[in-house]
């Protein structure tokens, strides 16, 4: 049985960990197919595996240079994922500001004690 497509979207795309290694690379600047190998230490088949999945969402785009294909992120392709995302920052951050408050109140009542 063929398996079912899994990178119909950016969510999908960046759901596996070998492409999100790509893409801490590539938001550091243009790369090559090569530089991409030797940063992360991969074969290159699976790189360029990788950087055709990352290309068909758009999260990618690449251009010519040369006998060479340059690489760069398109963040604008990773806004919807920054749109979910951003209401669990917001939550969090709520959270941890509260539990700041409350480790202050115990280190504050840890030093009277004492």
């Given at each position: 049985m063929a398996r079912a497509a899994t990178t119909t979207d950016a969510f999908n795309a960046i759901a596996e960990p070998r492409r999100r290694q790509i893409?801490?690379?590539i938001?550091?600047?243009q790369r090559s197919v090569n530089e991409l190998v030797a940063m992360l230490d991969v074969p290159q088949p699976l790189v360029s595996k990788h950087l055709r999945v990352l290309r068909e969402v758009g999260i990618v785009?690449?251009?010519e240079d040369g006998r060479q294909r340059l690489y760069r992120l398109n963040g604008s392709a990773l806004k919807p994922v920054y749109d979910w995302v951003k209401d669990f920052e917001q939550l969090w951050s709520e959270r941890f500001a509260r539990m700041d408050v409350v480790l202050a109140e115990l280190?504050?009542?840890e030093d009277g004690d004492g």
């Open positions: 893409l801490d690379a938001g550091g600047g785009a690449a251009r280190k504050e009542a």
